[in-house]
């Protein structure tokens, strides 16, 4: 039987049992307030503890990592060190005899201003949900099989571009390039409109390897930090002309949001399920072995999603549908020698359940402009119009029967700047 919330671990802050940013989750992120430089803190509830205070008080050298810009400087350190300073974190927010010196530090959070959490190193995309790369296939490719021949023995991706990853809330452009209908002769060039979004966990890892030494699939959890909510914006009519026969390109690159909170693979601990069956089995080094709880080291997430379009939730995808673990993305990504680097990023690729309902872009919602969305104002979209606004939300469960929150990934679309 799950705990009841009233079991959570207590503390000296005023927090409710079910607070989604509360003792389980302690997420990380960086701020400002007015005058100030950017800083690590981490959210508790609805105020952000200001970490570097905390440490120079209790005379700890990590405080150079806490006033840092970004989370790299801590993602470098490894995993003993994250583990250690959730540990500290929890210990000065639940023991009564640190109340004195840590309250002063606690901020509410509508004085703060959320940066960029990471410098982000390198960016690669993944297609790791069987639903949705089966619906692009039949939508793309209709006459061929939905999945490619490889595609169920190794987790397909691309690297995309780590310069246009940006905060939740920064406006999205409308991106332009070559588009070629299939009805078409040759290809014009103009807006895209066919802009979409992607519903997907972002995965940020810390760490380091030397070129030419792959990551082990029961190592990768030395590597993985923790997640953040990403839309990758997709431009569908400049990715459908472009991406054969390397991939997506300009229909991609122009802008991948993120989350600001980082929700350490720590607080995800009670969210590891199986995943939902691979077949065939994948090769020696992609195969989970088990663990000593009795779990796998290739395991899956229980994330669920919301996808809000002008306001109206037009679809709640799950993450415990999706096909790769994201332990073995990160072995696949390292296994022919390429490296890791504080602050690299990896996205899962687009969240979608076998149901329409369930679907995380709208390329399948609308099934490629086919069947229109209606929205709660009674208008109808296919693909995102000028103006238009997308909120992506996601939680977990926690450990003590309560709900870990990941937050919230917005953008709105403003029109194209045509050259």
């Not at 790791?128 to 619906?135: P, T, W, Y």
């Not at 332009?176 to 040759?186: L, N």
């Not at 994330?303 to 696949?332: C, F, K």
Request: charged share 20%.
């Amino acid at each position: 039987m799950q705990p009841t919330p009233s079991s959570t671990p207590p503390t000296w802050l005023d927090l409710a049992a079910d607070d989604p940013f509360g003792i389980d989750n302690l997420p990380y992120g960086v701020f400002s307030t007015e005058g100030t430089a950017p800083r690590v803190g981490v959210r508790v509830g609805d105020r952000v503890l200001d970490l570097a205070p905390c440490a120079e008080d209790a005379g700890m050298e990590s405080a150079l990592v806490w006033r840092a810009e970004t989370l790299n400087p801590f993602l470098a350190l490894g995993a003993h060190a994250w583990r250690s300073a959730r540990e500290w974190v929890t210990e000065i927010l639940v023991n009564d005899s640190y109340r004195d010196a840590v309250e002063p530090h606690l901020l509410p959070l509508s004085d703060v201003t959320m940066h960029l959490p990471i410098a982000v190193a390198d960016y690669v995309d993944f297609y790791a949900s069987e639903h949705h790369a089966s619906n692009v296939g039949r939508i793309f490719r209709p006459d061929s099989e939905p999945l490619t021949p490889n595609w169920k023995h190794l987790p397909i991706g691309y690297h995309g571009r780590s310069g246009t990853v940006v905060l939740s809330g920064t406006d999205i452009v409308r991106p332009c390039g070559q588009r070629k209908p299939p009805t078409a002769d040759a290809p014009t060039f103009g807006a895209s409109q066919r802009l979409d979004i992607e519903a997907e966990l972002g995965f940020v890892v810390g760490g380091s390897t030397d070129l030419g030494e792959p990551v082990p699939l029961d190592r990768a959890d030395e590597h993985l930090f923790g997640v953040v909510i990403l839309n990758d914006w997709s431009a569908r009519d400049i990715q459908a002309w472009e991406y054969v026969p390397l991939g997506p390109f300009l229909g991609k690159s122009f802008a991948t949001s993120i989350s600001p909170w980082v929700v350490t693979m720590d607080a995800l601990r009670a969210a590891r399920v199986p995943l939902p069956g691979q077949d065939p089995a994948p090769l020696d080094y992609l195969r989970g072995a088990p663990t000593e709880d009795g779990a796998s080291t290739a395991y899956g997430l229980d994330i669920d999603y919301e996808v809000e379009w002008n306001g109206t939730v037009v679809s709640r995808p799950a993450y415990r549908d999706m096909y790769w673990s994201p332990a073995q993305m990160l072995t696949h990504l390292t296994v022919n020698g390429a490296t890791v680097r504080p602050g690299d990023l990896f996205g899962s690729g687009t969240v979608s359940g076998p149901a329409k309902e369930t679907r995380g872009c709208f390329l399948e919602l609308s099934w490629s402009g086919q069947e229109p969305v209606r929205l709660g104002d009674g208008s109808e979209r296919t693909f995102l119009e000028d103006g238009d606004t997308v909120v992506l939300r996601a939680s977990a469960p926690g450990p003590h029967g309560t709900r870990i929150g990941l937050g919230e990934c917005s953008g709105t679309v403003r029109p194209a700047r045509t050259p």
